[in-house]
């Protein structure tokens, strides 16, 4: 093995003084020496690791571009290598060692970095300074027809300077005719893969210029979150990763550009490195505003629109915008949230609708799924006859888990006579009803909605079902009689009327029309 052959002390080609072992990996190890007085780093990659000659063939490969490559760049962002620095130990072995000698690089890896701050992560203007230095990075790379197939955070060095260095081009392919031939034929490639950087193309064996642009990208989630990207949420649908509300401190433009980078197909990412530069040339840095700002502003222009006692709020404000920084944004939010839509639902039950709204807006500022909130908000809507931003309220609470709003929508489609869609979403809702409230409602829809579409026996049957639940309320019984007026049993439609009447309340806008109903058909059953 390569650490039983090279030691502490030894002299490599007459030059370089092997100091200690820094580490190892799967293709070797990785000593500290000095080039006369100058400290730089011995990579030694020894065939003997490798049992399958195959393996052994490609990490050789693999190991000898990364010292031709390595030798030809020259920019402060990568590591320098001189055109002696690759060589073989001892010369004329069977199985000599490969070396190769690069400048030492001073500092920590971004993900030591950001583990020894206690993983808080970088700012919007961080991003953006180290963003651009790593495109100009890849940029000269990819001039050159490579591309690395291996960014993470662990590959990047991060300098007392502030420069940040790409280390590891182990893994780097070059683009040549012959790989692009292959691409078309669908012969894979080496695979080279880390966990939630790599790109699904790269997987796959097939990586291009832009799976670098993939990894990059979730690099900077990992650095704007501070969150391994294992935790993350990702879309069930795109495998996308969720990930913005976790770094509220970052920039809408660069949370765009970094998703962007991240598309999920490589001809939905930038094509170049000069794309990228010239996005990055339109955000002023500094200059964007972060979510808490956002907040801030939308506040103040809410709080204009109505009584002006709620700029009293903003020291409060102050305070909750220093809670939720970015490190424990995600820990405060819902709370903050929850706080605002307990004080509108009370500004709501007085009929104070204006000031509800207010608050029932800002409580979706700090989180932005908070299903009780959409459906307060579209009770607001229905009292105001505001019905079409009633129905897109509800739709958000019944995408955000809140069974209730089925029934409030499916009664907004029923008033539209869109009585099918009302049934296809009850059928939904029903199996999710949590309580015998809800269930009641949603069971009176569905047999509104059955009973304008004829199918009278099955209206009956949810109807019953609802009166067996909560026998003393009006609904289910005036839409019974109508079921039974249909079905022309008069008996049956007169007791149902007389329950409507004993139960009714005039200030529901459904009850009061079914109170005029039944009260003309009891008089003229009674004459």
Avoid at 70 to 88: A, C, D, M, N, R
Wanted: aromatic content about 10%; proline content about 4%; charged content about 20%.
């Amino acid at each position: 093995m390569a650490d039983t052959k090279i030691k502490s002390g030894l002299l490599l080609q007459n030059r370089y003084q092997v100091i200690r072992l820094l580490g190892g990996g799967g293709f070797g190890k990785i000593f500290e020496i000095n080039d006369g007085q100058v400290p730089k780093v011995l990579k030694v990659l020894d065939p003997q690791n490798f049992k399958d000659p195959e393996v052994k063939r490609k990490a050789q490969i693999l190991f000898q571009r990364e010292a031709e490559i390595l030798s030809k760049l020259q920019h402060p962002g990568i590591p320098h290598v001189e055109l002696e620095g690759y060589f073989t130990w001892p010369e004329g072995g069977s199985e000599p060692l490969h070396c190769l000698v690069m400048e030492k690089i001073p500092g920590s890896n971004l993900q030591e970095w950001l583990s020894e701050r206690g993983n808080q992560p970088i700012t919007t203007e961080e991003a953006y300074q180290w963003l651009s230095q790593l495109v100009e990075i890849l940029s000269l790379l990819h001039q050159y027809h490579y591309f690395h197939r291996d960014i993470k955070p662990s590959n990047i060095m991060f300098k007392s300077d502030g420069q940040l260095v790409l280390i590891d081009f182990g893994a780097v392919r070059e683009v040549t005719s012959t790989y692009l031939q292959q691409q078309q034929e669908n012969v894979t490639g080496t695979v080279i893969i880390s966990a939630g950087y790599t790109p699904p193309e790269q997987a796959e064996g097939r990586a291009v210029l832009q799976s670098d642009f993939f990894a990059l990208g979730r690099t900077f989630v990992y650095l704007l979150t501070g969150q391994s990207l294992i935790n993350l949420p990702r879309n069930p649908e795109t495998c996308e990763l969720i990930w913005r509300d976790q770094a509220v401190q970052v920039s809408p433009e660069i949370a765009d550009l970094i998703d962007w980078l991240m598309a999920p197909f490589p001809g939905q990412r930038p094509q170049s490195c000069q794309e990228i530069l010239q996005r990055l040339a339109k955000i002023k840095p500094g200059s964007s505003k972060t979510k808490v700002d956002l907040l801030r502003d939308k506040f103040l222009k809410l709080s204009e629109k109505v009584n002006v006692k709620h700029t009293s709020l903003l020291g409060g404000f102050a305070i909750i915008s220093l809670l939720i920084g970015s490190t424990s944004w995600g820990l405060f939010s819902p709370k903050v949230a929850n706080y605002f839509n307990d004080r509108g639902l009370a500004l709501s039950r007085n009929g104070n609708f204006e000031n509800a709204m207010f608050y029932y807006q800002f409580a979706l500022m700090f989180d932005a799924k908070i299903a009780q909130t959409y459906h307060n908000m579209g009770l607001i809507y229905e009292d105001t006859g505001q019905l079409d931003k009633a129905r897109s309220a509800y739709k958000n609470a019944i995408r955000y888990g809140l069974s209730a709003s089925y029934s409030n929508l499916a009664r907004l489609y029923n008033l539209n006579q869109e009585y099918t869609t009302a049934v296809e979403l009850l059928q939904k809702g029903l199996p999710l009803a949590k309580n015998e409230e809800v269930k009641y409602a949603m069971l009176k829809n569905m047999g509104w909605a059955k009973l304008k579409l004829g199918r009278y026996q099955e209206a009956l049957n949810h109807l019953q079902t609802a009166i067996q639940l909560e026998s003393d309320r009006a609904p289910a019984y005036c839409l019974k009689a109508q079921v039974m007026e249909r079905q022309n049993n008069k008996i049956a439609a007169f007791l149902a009327w007389r329950n409507c009447l004993k139960y009714a309340n005039a200030k529901n806008p459904d009850e009061k029309m079914w109170i005029s109903m039944a009260s003309s058909t009891l008089k003229t059953e009674k004459r």
